[in-house]
Structure formats: C-alpha cells, structure tokens
C-alpha cells in the first residue's frame, strides 16, 4: 500500500490506496472542497489541573466548550471534523492543559501560546447556549 501526502496540508489529507500504481495518478488529482475545521482560542494561557490518575478525561481541541479545558460536546455543532483529544493519566498530578488550543504537545501546554500569532488572534467568546 502507499499513502499520497498533499504537501498543501499534511496534517490532514492522508489516503491510503491498496494499487501502488494509483497513489501516482491521485497525487496529481488531489483538491480540497472544504478546509478543514480550526480551533477558536477561548484562552490565551493554560489551564491548572489537577488530574486523578486512571481516570478518563476529554481534553477541547474546538474551543467551543464552555467547560474548558475539557470537552462539554460543542464540536458536534459547532466545529464538526474536530473531535476531543481522550486521555487517561497514569498517576495523580497537577497538570497545565493548553486553553490556546494550538500546542503541539497536547493537551499539555507548551508555551505555544506565547507566541504572536496567539496574543494578536482574537479571543472566542463562548456561544449561548
Ligand atoms: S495555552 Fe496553548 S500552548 Fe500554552
């Protein structure tokens, strides 16, 4: 099998094809109808956490929820093709989760935020419900 890469957005466009021979022909064929879902940036810093480990939680990769940083299912209407990130830490810990929504470890921050791109986005102000 070969997987086609479109080098507009990496991140998001993978097909796999199971005839090497096809990968060739719809690399050159590949266009996008619709871009793919961004998250708004409900906070331009990390949220403190402290999280029990063993147990589930549903980090927001939207921005919608209004129960950040965890997810309270506003994806489904409001940032379809974006799911919550689901995670289960092994031990107790307090932790700072990204509220920015644009690190690259998450759903941990990593000091993303910082950077101008965020402090110059505007803020989202959460929908009423
Ligand atoms: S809050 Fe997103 S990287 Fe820090």
């Known amino acids: 099998m070969n997987t ?11 097909f796999t094809f199971r005839h090497p021979w096809l990968a060739a022909t719809a690399a050159s064929k590949v266009k996008l109808s619709t871009r793919p879902p961004e998250p708004v940036i409900p906070a331009k810093k990390p949220f403190k956490a402290e999280l029990v480990g063993g147990k ?3 980090w927001c990769t939207c921005g919608h929820s209004r ?4 997810c309270d299912g506003s994806h489904k209407t409001r940032a379809q093709g974006l799911s919550p990130l689901r995670f ?18 998450p759903p941990y921050c990593d000091g993303t935020h910082k950077q101008d791109f965020i402090a110059s986005a505007p803020l989202h102000e959460p929908a009423e419900s």
């Open 88 to 105: 289960v830490p092994e031990k107790d810990a307090t932790v700072w989760l990204c509220g920015c929504k644009h690190t690259s470890n």
């Open 67 to 70: 129960k950040q940083p965890f």
């Open 56 to 58: 589930h939680y549903s």
């Open 4 to 14: 086609v890469v479109s080098k507009l957005e990496p991140k998001w466009i993978s």
